[in-house]
């Protein structure tokens, strides 16, 4: 296993639609096992495939106390939605640090192939509800951001461009420092 770079927004990449999975097989298991690890070390409920670059419609979250019940959703679409909206405050592993209430469905069905492309459904509120939507927001190239109003997602964007400065100064420093 190991521990995937995940894009930070503004990355353009995050922005890309992902195409549905059409092979399964070792390559989505050592995929779906890489993310596991990159979203457990994060520390994450979620994490879409797109945010480790990978446009293919898969994703997975965990919500449990002991991370131990990992789901994994592949092609999934929902095929239910209440009426009634929860706002939840979401955070988001491309967007460190920045947590923002985001009005969604309070309940949904999904239907999704697993990581042996079985076919299942999953009726779905609360947390997991919100995390499901969140993640396949991202497959369809959306981040969470997006949501809120222009003058916070600009923001938002500021902030992360700064951060994203800092650390390749940081970076910078470290090799000059090698090299003395
Ligand atoms: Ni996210």
Known sequence: MAI???LR???ARLHKVAKPVTEFGERIKKLVADMAETMYDAPGVGLA???VDVHEQLLIVDISETKDELRV???PQIVWASAEKQVYDEGCLSVPGIYDGVERPAQIKVSALDADGKPFELSADGLMAVCI???MDHLMGKVFVEYLSPLKRNRIKAKMLKEERGMEREAALRAAGRRH
Do not use: R, V
């Open 4 to 6: 995937l770079n995940i």
């Open 9 to 11: 927004y503004p990355d």
């Open 49 to 51: 495939a797109s945010q």
């Open 73 to 75: 959703f592949i092609n």
């Open 133 to 135: 939507q969140h993640e």
